[in-house]
């Protein structure tokens, strides 16, 4: 919901003149209208009340020792905003064209000349002020929709938010944020549809993960498979694709594989497996555990013509169980059929 806008205040109407006599006939007069007076005994006085408070109106007297009303309606002139007030001139009845022009010139909108006529001055006054209402309910209301148009953005970079935090959940891990096995089959997919070069994938099984789950609970289980993504994150380049598939079981996808590189992923699988060798210190009420698990990982190649996700994610997964056959630890890669074919 689009927030109110207060309504303006009271519309306020300067009166300037160093005679007390006249400013109190006038205030009388002004009684009339639907409007605050304020009152200034010279043209200082008048600068400074400006400065306090916006005027709907000023009725300034022209002939008034010190500064006068020329000066007063110049030095508004050039204040940004206060140029914008409508001035009146309150002049004797002996003022010539010239003194006129010269009003104009520096901005009056109108001459009143004494004595005054009362009908005259209150429509006018009504007038201006009518004016001046008309135009701060414009930019109130112009305020109200830059408000909603506002309010309107930001409820649509919070849907964006929403729905790309809605997506980023759809299609990775809660726990470890890494892609989740969705995520990767269909990275897979695409990176064997669009492949000039061989694709790698690394299927990686924890040896020993559930006796740390039984032995310290889940929290502790949990905790671990978040390390154990970590150090998955940190040995891999940035533009491969490094998911859990559930339970703890992870994958690697290493694209651009070309010949000269064709060793890359199994040594790369041979260092992960190594690295999670490593003991992890988890922490665990308060405390810090020391633990130690291992891992078990298969290789296999795709290639843009013959291959399929399905048979490179089953490949992979038969060498890895291969090489937890065999003694655990350790890396075996599939060769180009279903059976792997080579141990590490």
Do not use: W
């Not at 306020?12 to 006939?25: E, F, G, K, Q, T």
């Not at 306090?52 to 008034?64: C, K, S, Y």
């Not at 009146?88 to 104009?104: K, M, R, S």
């Not at 041979?270 to 291992?294: C, E, M, N, S, W």
């Amino acid at each position: 919901m689009t927030t109110a806008l207060p309504q303006p205040d009271k519309a306020r109407i300067l009166l300037v003149d160093d005679v007390r006599a006249n400013r109190l006939a006038m205030r009388r007069l002004l009684a009339r209208v639907d409007a605050d007076i304020v009152e200034a005994a010279s043209g200082e006085e008048a600068l400074s009340a400006c400065l306090e408070h916006p005027f709907a109106l000023i009725l300034l007297d022209v002939q008034m020792p010190g500064m006068d009303g020329f000066e007063v309606a110049e030095l508004l002139s050039g204040q940004g905003d206060l140029s914008d007030t409508p001035v009146i001139f309150v002049t004797a009845n002996h003022t010539d064209d010239l003194d006129h022009l010269q009003g104009y010139r520096l901005g009056a909108v109108d001459y009143l000349v004494k004595p005054i006529n009362e009908t005259v001055l209150l429509a006018k006054i009504r007038a201006f002020l009518d004016l001046y209402r008309a135009r701060g309910e414009m930019q109130r209301l112009l305020r109200q929709v830059e408000l909603y148009n506002d309010r309107l953005q930001e409820e649509v970079r919070e849907r964006k938010r929403a729905e790309a935090r809605a997506l980023h959940q759809a299609h990775h891990d809660p726990l470890t944020d890494l892609p989740n096995r969705a995520r990767f089959y269909q990275a897979l997919e695409q990176a064997l549809a669009t492949a000039r070069a061989t694709v790698a994938l690394i299927y990686i099984d924890l040896d020993g993960f559930k006796a740390v789950n039984d032995t310290y609970g889940h929290a502790a289980g949990d905790a671990l498979l978040c390390a154990v993504a970590g150090r998955l994150r940190r040995a891999f380049r940035e533009d491969d694709i490094v998911a859990r598939l559930g339970g703890d079981e992870f994958a690697v996808l290493m694209t651009g594989i070309d010949e000269a590189h064709r060793s890359v992923p199994e040594r790369q699988a041979k260092a992960v497996v190594q690295a999670l060798a490593q003991p992890f210190r988890l922490p665990l009420d308060g405390a810090t555990v020391q633990v130690g698990i291992g891992a078990s990982a298969g290789v296999a190649y795709g290639f843009a013509a013959g291959s399929s996700a399905d048979t490179l994610m089953a490949a992979g997964d038969h060498a890895m169980y291969r090489a937890k056959h065999e003694g655990k630890g350790r890396v075996c890669v599939a060769p180009a059929g279903d059976t792997p074919a080579s141990t590490s």
